[in-house]
């Protein structure tokens, strides 16, 4: 997928070119990773065309750093929600994040998770 340029505060080390930033199988069905067309409620098939159509790409953090309704450690996040038994962080592509680590030595499906 091709992004827009890198925000210029994170150096460069965005969701777009990090490992733990991934798109699972499933995410089609995910009204926030994938809206429906306001008019004809079709998803679009790729990832790729989410992002033309709604100006970027959203996916899954999976960084182990990020920890489900628990005290994060100091250089962690943690994710909450009221019901406490699912949540997650999604992310914009040009979201910076210093556990940050590069995706250039991943096969195109180990980003995916498809």
Request: glycine fraction near 6%; aromatic fraction near 8%; charge should be negative.
């Amino acid at each position: 997928m091709t992004t827009p340029d890198a925000n210029p505060n994170t150096c460069g080390a965005t969701c777009s070119t990090c490992k733990h930033w991934v798109l699972d199988k499933d995410d089609r069905y995910n009204s926030l990773i994938s809206p429906e067309d306001p008019v004809t409620y079709e998803h679009e098939e790729t990832e790729e065309a989410i992002a033309a159509k709604w100006g970027h790409a959203v996916r899954r953090c999976r960084c182990p750093k990020i920890t489900f309704y628990q005290r994060p450690e100091r250089d962690g996040a943690t994710v909450c929600d009221g019901s406490e038994y699912m949540a997650e962080l999604l992310t914009g592509q040009d979201f910076g994040c210093i556990h940050h680590e590069s995706n250039a030595n991943l096969e195109r499906s180990e980003r995916s998770n498809t």
